[in-house]
């Protein structure tokens, strides 16, 4: 069955950089589209960035120029680099696979996604 393990989180200072790990198993992870997403207390969850298989990517205007999403085919992990973070970027942390949206409006949708991580926490001060 789809394994998505979650590594990375922290607390970090404004303007600093933490970089996120998933590990995914139970898929073919090279074939897959991926995503990141986050959700604070009281909030719908996020979408953050999503990476398909050939590398295309997409983010959230939030995070465009700071956050940049990657996978690592070879090791079946998917990372998030995040530079230049900020207080509001505090969240819990989720990867997401199993896509099953179509169109561009979909990549960052929680509904478009069927598999999920138990996520990683990353405070920013």
């Known amino acids: 069955h789809v394994q998505l393990v979650e590594s990375g989180g922290g607390s970090v200072q404004a303007e600093g950089s933490l970089r996120l790990s998933c590990t995914a198993s139970?898929?073919?992870?090279?074939?897959?589209?991926m995503a990141w997403f986050r959700q604070t207390p009281g909030k719908e969850r996020e979408g953050v960035a999503n990476?398909?298989?050939?590398?295309?990517?997409t983010y959230a205007s939030s995070v465009q120029g700071r956050f940049t999403v990657s996978k690592d085919n070879g090791k079946n992990t998917l990372h998030l680099q995040m530079n230049s973070l900020k207080p509001e970027d505090t969240a819990m942390y989720y990867c997401?696979?199993?896509?099953?949206?179509?169109?561009?409006?979909?990549?960052?949708?929680?509904?478009?996604?069927?598999?999920w991580g138990q996520g990683t926490q990353v405070t920013v001060s």
């Open positions: 139970g898929f073919t992870f090279s074939d897959s589209a």
């Open positions: 990476i398909r298989a050939g590398g295309s990517t």
């Open positions: 997401a696979a199993g896509y099953r949206g179509i169109g561009f409006m979909s990549r960052l949708k929680e509904s478009a996604y069927k598999n």
